[in-house]
């Protein structure tokens, strides 16, 4: 008699356990999804944020090199400078203010003055740029770039460079039909892509 109701203790706490570890388990289940949702919710706008930043500073980078290659673009890439200043990652962007950007100039300011004839001319804007990063007093580097005035720039630089490069292909759907038209005309999107979905986000 002793050993049934031994049993029978030991079965109800191990079904008492089994029921109070379940409900924890649900419990931590709810509590999870909801996290989820929450995070989702938050870090969603912010994902989106940085993943075009990320594309948008991408695309620039990516023009530059198109036009100093035999790619020639007809828009006036010098703006593109100020425009990867204001929308580089910030993690590139304090990287690249830190020492290895000060090297970077470094080399290509003593190549530049006592190299000038091994100093090829598709580096003076990527100079230029390093240049700008490392020399920006704070109220460009960390004030503006990270406001609604640098969104505005980077916005004003997209738009003028998608119409003065739709203007020099004849048209619209000529950018699009012109050799290497394609590419142009995409990374030239996304660049005001960028600034509209930060507006939007903020």
């Not at 828009?75 to 290895?100: C, H, K």
């Not at 080399?107 to 190299?115: E, I, P």
């Amino acid at each position: 008699m002793r050993r049934i109701l031994q049993q029978y203790v030991d079965t109800k706490s191990d079904t008492v356990v089994d029921s109070l570890i379940d409900s924890d388990l649900n419990e931590l289940k709810l509590a999870a999804k909801k996290l989820l949702h929450d995070a989702t919710l938050v870090g969603g706008k912010a994902f989106g944020g940085s993943f075009f930043k990320w594309l948008a500073s991408f695309a620039a980078i990516y023009l530059l090199i198109l036009d100093s290659t035999n790619w020639r673009t007809n828009i006036l890439t010098a703006l593109l400078v100020p425009y990867i200043f204001f929308s580089f990652p910030e993690s590139l962007f304090s990287f690249l203010r830190g020492d290895v950007g000060k090297w970077i100039a470094f080399v290509a300011v003593v190549l530049r003055l006592f190299f000038p004839r091994h100093f090829p001319d598709w580096l003076e804007i990527p100079g230029s740029m390093i240049l700008i990063l490392i020399v920006a007093p704070d109220i460009f580097a960390q004030k503006l770039r990270n406001n609604w005035i640098g969104l505005a720039i980077d916005l004003f630089i997209g738009c003028y460079l998608l119409q003065e490069h739709i203007r020099a292909s004849g048209g619209f759907r000529n950018s699009f039909t012109q050799k290497h038209g394609i590419s142009n005309t995409l990374g030239i999107l996304l660049l005001i892509v960028y600034p509209i979905c930060a507006f939007i986000i903020h």
